[in-house]
């Protein structure tokens, strides 16, 4: 079965930092382009970052750009987002999900996780 | 940056009924487009891609169509199981964005 498993949220201070992992299963992991998309409680989708399949190319938006970083480690079927200055605008559940069309930059999503929640309060 | 935006944001709707729900993107984004549907408590899950594209496995009451800037998903005859919010994607270019979604709920 094709699953993605989030983890790693919890509940942190402004200006601190989290790791959220993704780990994969039911397919070849480096095939595929990954994303990261947040939800905040009551609130729409937010795309927060994408990493091509091999890891070369990563893209963010500028809420993000420069506090985030998405990794992957291809040997573990495994997605990192790296948070780092957190702040109360961070707070949503955040899901992992897997491109449709495999090695394509990151822009259609068929996979999803089950999310992992942060808050971010002092 | 490209903008999407849906309408309406929420409509009551009976089983049986036809919906068409409408996205507009900023700017062109030729046919790169997705729809998402989410339940409450649920990942999004993919109906339409590329516009008019069925995913695997979405009833074939669900659509989609449109180019350049304007966009459509219609549900030809709405069942129990629809009544969900419903959310826009573009895939043009980074970074991408999704609308605001539109709450489809039981009349």
């Known amino acids: 079965e094709v699953q993605l498993l989030e983890s790693g949220g919890g509940l942190v201070q402004p200006g601190e930092s989290l790791r959220l992992s993704c780990a994969a299963s039911g397919f070849t992991f480096n095939n595929y382009a990954m994303t990261w998309v947040r939800q905040a409680p009551g609130k729409g989708l937010e795309w927060v970052s994408g990493i091509t399949g091999i890891g070369g190319g990563t893209y963010y938006p500028d809420s993000v750009k420069g506090r985030f970083t998405i990794s992957r480690d291809n040997s573990r079927n495994t997605l990192f987002l790296q948070m780092n200055s957190l702040r109360a605008e961070d707070t949503a559940v955040y899901f992992c999900?897997?491109?449709?069309?495999?090695?394509?930059?990151?822009?259609?999503?068929?996979?999803w996780g089950q999310g992992t929640r942060v808050t971010v309060s002092s | 940056d490209i903008q999407m935006t849906q309408s309406p944001s929420s409509v009551s709707a009976s089983v049986g009924d036809r919906l068409t729900i409408t996205c507009r993107a900023s700017?062109?984004?030729?046919?790169?487009l997705a729809w998402y549907q989410q339940t409450p408590g649920k990942p999004p899950k993919l109906l339409i891609y590329?516009?008019?594209n069925l995913e695997g496995g979405v009833p074939s009451r669900f659509s989609g169509s449109g180019s350049g800037t304007d966009f459509t998903l219609t549900i030809s005859s709405l069942q129990p199981e629809d009544f969900a919010t419903y959310f826009c994607q573009h895939s043009n270019s980074f970074p991408l964005s999704f609308g605001g979604g539109t709450k489809v709920e039981i009349k």
């Open positions: 999900a897997r491109e449709k069309m495999g090695l394509r930059s990151p822009g259609v999503f068929d996979i």
């Open positions: 700017q062109g984004i030729s046919n790169w």
């Open positions: 590329d516009a008019s």
